[in-house]
């Protein structure tokens, strides 16, 4: 998500014929977007504010997103930010920058809660990509205990259709062959519009019919009570599709999805994985996992575990719980050993990784649309493209004579490293 609103920031600002820099070197601004859905996100992101006032003491320090939104105080302690401004500001910056006179620092963070329409960032420019983000949806209602995402995005809201056609078509005509739809929950999209008859498979058959140029779709999580028939028929009558599903499982043991406030038991999800098996088989389900929640004992992480392997995810994001300010879990008594969840996430990671092994060695000696993302000289002097596969399996074509953009059929010949090689 900060990924696009980045990208957006940064396309603002070269409307304005702003020069863009590295964030390493010597600059006049500084905007630093910052993210605080994990303890260490959080670090990061004041590591970049320090990092920046350190680079150039005379250049104006912007810090926005989600840590701006919740630690405005604190943030205001650090000598040399300019502007701390919250999530529903981050698409006036330039305005705050024009009509500001060394009054600093400027702080200016709404009450996110109130924030009930889409904001207007939006992206049109592409870099040098082929695959570009699209953020289509805000906000989430949901509260899951462990997650400040509610508190710092605001109550659910969806970007209106039209703005995001128009953005896909800008985008394709600039060279974008694969876009994958983003957001904070995005299967909610359209639940918070008056006319019920836009959601998200509806949308996803607008952009196919209306955006001819792009020839794939993905989606980039989507949680599990938000996949119903409509979503799967689509994916079924669309080749442009991309076979890969990120659903967020989060624990394999209903205790635990309890205190977590997530909204489905394990046979649920189970019984919705089983589903979209069987109508689209060669679909990657790949999914998040958060170890440590508070009363997670050996017994519930034996569930989670087992659950994984049975399940057959292609590959596991694992996250160690920590608590954040404002979230319910912080309650919990029977909090987890920084040890034990270490153990923990290294073990999940060691099964993510033969899941992942599995996963590609049973794609070998299949064909399969790559979409090439660059093109290389290899070591022997030989023209080497990389690129991914519709299901997400990063791929090396060695003696390749096309260019970055191509979208190419070949065949999975063998495990190489982090990449599997391909022969057209
Ligand atoms: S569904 Fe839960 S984890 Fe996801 S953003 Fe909403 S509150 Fe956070």
Redesign the pocket.
């Given at each position: 998500m900060n990924q696009y609103e980045t990208e957006a920031l940064l396309n603002l600002f070269q409307e304005q014929s702003f020069q863009i820099v590295y964030f390493g070197e010597k600059a006049d601004i500084y905007i630093i977007n910052t993210c605080t859905v994990t303890r260490e996100a959080e670090r990061k992101s004041r590591q970049m504010i320090r990092k920046a006032i350190k680079q150039n003491r005379m250049a104006k320090i912007i810090v926005t997103g989600c840590s701006a939104q919740s630690y405005s105080p604190e943030l205001s302690e650090i000598e040399g930010i300019n502007f701390i401004l919250g999530n529903g500001e981050k698409n006036h910056i330039l305005k705050y920058l024009q009509n500001t006179v060394n009054n600093f620092p400027v702080i200016s963070v709404k009450p996110i809660k109130n924030v009930k329409k889409y904001d207007t960032l939006s992206k049109k420019h592409t870099g040098l990509h082929t695959r570009s983000l699209v953020k289509i949806q805000d906000g989430?209602n949901?509260?899951?205990t462990y997650?400040k995402?509610?508190y710092v995005r605001g109550p659910q809201r969806s970007r209106n259709p039209e703005d995001i056609l128009k953005e896909i078509i800008l985008l394709s005509e600039k060279g974008i062959k694969e876009i994958v739809l983003l957001g904070?929950?995005l299967g909610t999209y359209g639940h918070d519009f008056s006319d019920s008859n836009i959601n998200l498979a509806r949308l996803i058959s607008l952009i196919i019919d209306n955006c001819l140029k792009i020839k794939r779709i993905r989606l980039s999580s989507i949680?599990i009570i938000n996949i119903n028939n409509e979503l799967i028929n689509v994916y079924e009558k669309y080749p442009k599709m991309c076979p890969h599903l990120h659903i967020?499982l989060q624990s394999g043991s209903d205790k635990i999805l309890r205190l977590m406030n997530?909204p489905y038991n394990l046979s649920f999800f189970s019984d919705i994985i089983n589903k979209i098996r069987k109508r689209i088989p060669k679909i990657a389900i790949t999914t998040d996992v958060m170890v440590g929640f508070p009363d997670e004992d050996e017994n519930s992480f034996k569930h989670t575990y087992n659950y994984i392997k049975n399940i057959k995810f292609s590959k596991l994001h694992v996250f160690p719980y920590s608590d954040r300010n404002e979230c319910l879990s912080n309650l919990l008594i029977n909090k987890v050993d920084y040890s034990v969840k270490k153990m923990r996430t290294k073990r999940l990671l060691k099964l993510s990784d033969e899941l992942f092994l599995t996963f590609r060695k049973q794609n070998i000696g299949q064909v399969k649309d790559i979409l090439i993302e660059s093109v290389k000289i290899s070591q022997t002097g030989n023209l080497e493209a990389y690129g991914i596969t519709d299901n997400y399996i990063k791929v090396c074509i060695p003696d390749f004579h096309g260019k970055k953009g191509d979208l190419v059929r070949a065949k999975l010949t063998k495990i190489n490293n982090g990449y599997v090689n391909a022969l057209l």
């Amino acid at each position: 998500m900060n990924q696009y609103e980045t990208e957006a920031l940064l396309n603002l600002f070269q409307e304005q014929s702003f020069q863009i820099v590295y964030f390493g070197e010597k600059a006049d601004i500084y905007i630093i977007n910052t993210c605080t859905v994990t303890r260490e996100a959080e670090r990061k992101s004041r590591q970049m504010i320090r990092k920046a006032i350190k680079q150039n003491r005379m250049a104006k320090i912007i810090v926005t997103g989600c840590s701006a939104q919740s630690y405005s105080p604190e943030l205001s302690e650090i000598e040399g930010i300019n502007f701390i401004l919250g999530n529903g500001e981050k698409n006036h910056i330039l305005k705050y920058l024009q009509n500001t006179v060394n009054n600093f620092p400027v702080i200016s963070v709404k009450p996110i809660k109130n924030v009930k329409k889409y904001d207007t960032l939006s992206k049109k420019h592409t870099g040098l990509h082929t695959r570009s983000l699209v953020k289509i949806q805000d906000g989430c209602n949901n509260f899951c205990t462990y997650c400040k995402v509610p508190y710092v995005r605001g109550p659910q809201r969806s970007r209106n259709p039209e703005d995001i056609l128009k953005e896909i078509i800008l985008l394709s005509e600039k060279g974008i062959k694969e876009i994958v739809l983003l957001g904070i929950n995005l299967g909610t999209y359209g639940h918070d519009f008056s006319d019920s008859n836009i959601n998200l498979a509806r949308l996803i058959s607008l952009i196919i019919d209306n955006c001819l140029k792009i020839k794939r779709i993905r989606l980039s999580s989507i949680e599990i009570i938000n996949i119903n028939n409509e979503l799967i028929n689509v994916y079924e009558k669309y080749p442009k599709m991309c076979p890969h599903l990120h659903i967020p499982l989060q624990s394999g043991s209903d205790k635990i999805l309890r205190l977590m406030n997530r909204p489905y038991n394990l046979s649920f999800f189970s019984d919705i994985i089983n589903k979209i098996r069987k109508r689209i088989p060669k679909i990657a389900i790949t999914t998040d996992v958060m170890v440590g929640f508070p009363d997670e004992d050996e017994n519930s992480f034996k569930h989670t575990y087992n659950y994984i392997k049975n399940i057959k995810f292609s590959k596991l994001h694992v996250f160690p719980y920590s608590d954040r300010n404002e979230c319910l879990s912080n309650l919990l008594i029977n909090k987890v050993d920084y040890s034990v969840k270490k153990m923990r996430t290294k073990r999940l990671l060691k099964l993510s990784d033969e899941l992942f092994l599995t996963f590609r060695k049973q794609n070998i000696g299949q064909v399969k649309d790559i979409l090439i993302e660059s093109v290389k000289i290899s070591q022997t002097g030989n023209l080497e493209a990389y690129g991914i596969t519709d299901n997400y399996i990063k791929v090396c074509i060695p003696d390749f004579h096309g260019k970055k953009g191509d979208l190419v059929r070949a065949k999975l010949t063998k495990i190489n490293n982090g990449y599997v090689n391909a022969l057209l």
